[in-house]
């Protein structure tokens, strides 16, 4: 089970929040709606966030 998927395992109905960093190191802020709980890294690895979004510029 990977990290994402026993993060919402424990309570389903909770809001995670999450923070991603880009290859071109801008962070984006959001709540997460869905992501591919396959553990292993690959170029189908996704998630999705919604709500309100925000972003820090590089650095």
Same mark, same amino acid.
């Given at each position: 089970m990977s990290g994402w998927a026993y993060a919402q395992s424990k309570d389903p109905t909770a809001k995670i929040m999450v923070s991603v960093q =880009?290859? *071109?190191g801008l962070w984006i802020f959001g709540q997460l709606d869905s992501f591919n709980p396959d553990a292993n890294d690959g170029p189908d690895r *996704? =998630?999705?966030?919604s709500g309100q979004l925000?972003?820090?510029p590089p650095g």
């Amino acid at each position: 089970m990977s990290g994402w998927a026993y993060a919402q395992s424990k309570d389903p109905t909770a809001k995670i929040m999450v923070s991603v960093q =880009m290859k *071109s190191g801008l962070w984006i802020f959001g709540q997460l709606d869905s992501f591919n709980p396959d553990a292993n890294d690959g170029p189908d690895r *996704s =998630m999705v966030l919604s709500g309100q979004l925000s972003h820090r510029p590089p650095g």
